[in-house]
């Protein structure tokens, strides 16, 4: 049984660029949660995703949206790239809204 | 007001021992959840653990126990017998329902870092 995945593992883009990540959810998990996480702390939500609509939003600019498809996986795009973009972002899947499964994360680099 | 609050950004213990990783948290919900996640080097979080608000007794999962103080709203992290591989970030998390009653987003803490020594 495949976990979460996402992908690339690691993206170095310049500022203002735009940027796509992906992630796939564990199996028989409906809801794909994302997180910014910079260096040395913890990991902030951007947004969740259900039922291929936004459900839940935390304080990320406009500049970060998603986009969940019928097979449950989702993007999260960020667009107009600043350097303070750069941290791990990690997808995490759930059902039923309890447990949480986070995938590897995506490295983003902003030079 | 921090939703989640851990105070010891580092702490060490020497292997075989036991730990305690402090976790307070701030809330007006009848209705949350707490987790514990470990965070090795590599990056991905591991689910630990985890105590519902309503849950009665403290939950446990191997090594792993969750000291559950709801008046004190306290959720610290037991960590018996510790492993070398013990040694990683840990988070203290916390869910709250939202207005309608569903799923909100988790919170997270600033995290502990544990060092198990030989």
């Known amino acids: 049984d495949a976990g979460v995945t996402q992908s690339p593992t690691h993206l170095i883009k310049t500022r203002g660029q735009q940027v796509t990540l992906r992630c796939s959810p564990k199996s028989g998990h409906d809801t794909v949660s994302w997180y910014q996480q910079a260096l040395g702390q913890g990991p902030q939500f951007i947004f969740q995703y259900y039922e291929e609509e936004e459900r839940q939003r935390g304080n990320f600019p406009d500049r970060f949206s998603g986009h969940q498809f019928p097979n449950y996986s989702s993007e999260l795009n960020v667009n107009a790239l600043l350097l303070g973009d750069s941290a791990l972002y990690l997808c995490a899947s759930s059902t039923n809204n309890y447990e949480q499964y986070f995938g590897p994360g995506t490295r983003l680099t902003v030079t | 007001a921090q939703k989640i609050t851990q105070t010891q950004p580092g702490m060490f213990v020497q292997e075989k021992e036991a730990v305690t990783l402090d976790c307070t948290y701030d809330?007006?919900?009848?209705?949350?959840?707490l987790f514990w996640y470990k965070q090795p080097s590599s990056g991905e979080m591991i689910f630990l653990i985890y105590q519902g608000s309503y849950d009665e007794q403290n939950a446990t999962e191997g090594r792993y126990s969750l000291n559950f103080q709801k008046a004190r709203k306290s959720a610290n992290l037991v960590i018996s017998a510790s492993q070398l591989g013990d040694s990683a970030m840990y988070f203290c998390?916390?869910?709250?329902?939202?207005?309608?009653?569903?799923?909100?987003?988790?919170?997270f803490g600033t995290g502990t870092k544990l060092q198990v020594i030989p």
């Open positions: 809330t007006s919900d009848q209705s949350y959840g």
């Open positions: 998390a916390m869910r709250e329902a939202d207005l309608s009653g569903g799923y909100q987003k988790v919170t």
